[in-house]
């Protein structure tokens, strides 16, 4: 099955879009240290964002010069979405920020009524959000002001997909549901087997998620009838990547592995990590594909690059052990946490 492809806007290393240009072999050009744990970074405007389990958010140049530093009320999980010269995160505190990229100034706060561990996404003029209390929530993107708010039946702690005016999303509870952009209201609602950290991956092939009972769905992006599901065995934390052909995917288990979008059926599976660590292990770092590479990591040990076609491994830097952060890559760099509290930047080698 050959599908068009078409990215939604969320977070480049937090949903598998297509980053163009960028493959092995890289150096790393710089190191930004913190005293907690740098959560996955987002690059944009010539610097890389990023928060930390310290209640900070953080920009910085991609020579790992400090540009500002914000204070939140609690530890933040997610990533900071950088969307028409603003950055969006949510925080343990309850609270959805909105910052202005450049100096990191507070725009606006807003309140939910439990941690926000997601990553927000944009449609239109307005910025989506969902949060534990088992609601998702959509502000003028602006001044914050509310502009809907439904409830999806149980927590949220993944990040929203948008595709063509339609959000998705799985929940806690083992639902995953489509939401009209504009207005909240539901499109459908189905069952998964398993509750879902990760986020739903979408493009014209469908919409695919992993359940933390170790399942990976496949929906029809239209009805959402389940068209397949592989049982993977161990938990899935870790959201896919899609290409028109093919879903990438790691597990609880230790390896990425590399689906047919069509039917599940397997192309190629490959070992993740410096094989230092006990074999499998809790794995929430989410693949990215790029030209005719997927990049995964910090990760069991790793952060590593394989052949898109093959899965043959071509690119590895060793970090501090594992990490539920993903990497980022935008402006000729490679971003990523060492699975503790150093921010690395990666350059190409020309």
Same mark, same amino acid.
């Given at each position: 099955?050959?599908?068009?492809?078409? !990215?939604?806007?969320? %977070?480049?290393?937090r949903t598998g879009?297509?980053?163009?240009?960028?493959?092995?072999?890289?150096?790393?050009?710089?190191?930004?240290?913190? +005293?907690?744990?740098?959560?996955?970074?987002?690059?944009?405007?010539?610097?890389?964002?990023?928060?930390?389990?310290?209640?900070? /958010?953080?920009?910085?140049?991609l020579?790992?010069?400090?540009?500002?530093?914000?204070?939140?009320?609690?530890?933040?999980?997610?990533?900071l979405?950088?969307?028409?010269g #603003?950055?969006? =995160?949510?925080?343990?505190?309850?609270? =959805?920020?909105?910052?202005?990229?450049?100096?990191?100034?507070?725009?606006?706060?807003?309140?939910?009524?439990? &941690?926000?561990?997601?990553?927000?996404?944009?449609? &239109?003029?307005?910025v989506?959000?969902?949060a534990?209390?088992?609601?998702?929530?959509?502000? @003028?993107?602006?001044?914050?002001?509310?502009? $809907?708010?439904t409830?999806?039946?149980?927590?949220?702690?993944?990040?929203?997909?948008?595709? %063509?005016?339609?959000?998705?999303?799985?929940? %806690?509870?083992?639902?995953?549901?489509?939401? @009209?952009?504009?207005?909240?209201?539901?499109?459908?609602?189905? +069952?998964?087997?398993?509750?879902?950290?990760?986020?739903?991956?979408?493009?014209?092939?469908?919409?695919?998620?992993?359940?933390?009972?170790?399942?990976?769905?496949? =929906?029809?992006?239209?009805?959402?009838?389940?068209?397949?599901?592989?049982?993977?065995?161990? #938990?899935? =934390?870790?959201?896919? /990547?899609?290409?028109? @052909?093919?879903?990438?995917? /790691?597990?609880?288990?230790g390896?990425?592995?590399?689906? !047919?979008?069509?039917?599940?059926?397997?192309? $190629?599976?490959?070992?993740?990590?410096?094989?230092?660590?006990?074999?499998?292990?809790?794995v929430?770092?989410?693949?990215?594909? /790029?030209?005719?590479?997927?990049?995964?990591?910090p990760?069991?040990?790793?952060?590593?690059?394989?052949?898109?076609?093959?899965?043959?491994?071509?690119?590895?830097?060793?970090?501090?052990?594992?990490?539920?952060?993903?990497?980022?890559?935008?402006? @000729?760099?490679?971003a990523?946490?060492?699975?503790?509290? #150093?921010?690395?930047?990666f350059? #190409?080698t020309?």
């Amino acid at each position: 099955m050959k599908c068009g492809f078409e !990215h939604f806007r969320v %977070n480049l290393q937090r949903t598998g879009v297509l980053a163009e240009g960028f493959a092995p072999p890289v150096w790393l050009a710089c190191q930004f240290l913190i +005293d907690d744990e740098v959560r996955s970074p987002t690059i944009a405007q010539g610097r890389v964002y990023f928060a930390s389990l310290n209640g900070h /958010a953080y920009a910085v140049t991609l020579d790992g010069e400090l540009v500002w530093s914000f204070k939140a009320g609690a530890r933040i999980n997610g990533s900071l979405a950088i969307i028409d010269g #603003r950055a969006y =995160f949510g925080c343990n505190d309850h609270g =959805f920020y909105c910052l202005d990229a450049d100096t990191g100034a507070l725009i606006w706060r807003r309140q939910a009524r439990a &941690a926000v561990q997601g990553n927000f996404a944009a449609h &239109a003029d307005m910025v989506m959000c969902g949060a534990y209390d088992g609601v998702v929530y959509a502000f @003028d993107s602006a001044s914050g002001i509310p502009r $809907w708010q439904t409830q999806v039946g149980s927590g949220v702690n993944c990040s929203l997909a948008v595709l %063509n005016g339609v959000i998705y999303l799985g929940t %806690n509870g083992g639902t995953v549901h489509a939401l @009209d952009a504009c207005t909240g209201s539901t499109v459908w609602q189905a +069952d998964a087997p398993g509750g879902m950290n990760a986020t739903c991956a979408v493009s014209a092939c469908g919409l695919f998620i992993g359940t933390r009972t170790g399942q990976v769905c496949a =929906f029809d992006i239209a009805t959402g009838t389940r068209r397949w599901s592989v049982d993977f065995g161990p #938990r899935i =934390f870790a959201s896919p /990547a899609l290409d028109a @052909d093919f879903v990438y995917i /790691a597990s609880d288990l230790g390896t990425l592995r590399r689906l !047919h979008a069509s039917d599940g059926s397997l192309d $190629w599976e490959v070992a993740i990590g410096t094989g230092i660590l006990p074999p499998g292990g809790q794995v929430w770092t989410c693949p990215l594909v /790029a030209d005719g590479v997927v990049w995964i990591g910090p990760a069991l040990g790793e952060i590593m690059a394989v052949q898109r076609a093959t899965g043959e491994k071509m690119w590895a830097y060793t970090v501090d052990g594992s990490s539920s952060s993903s990497i980022a890559i935008g402006d @000729d760099v490679l971003a990523s946490s060492t699975g503790g509290n #150093r921010l690395l930047v990666f350059r #190409r080698t020309r």
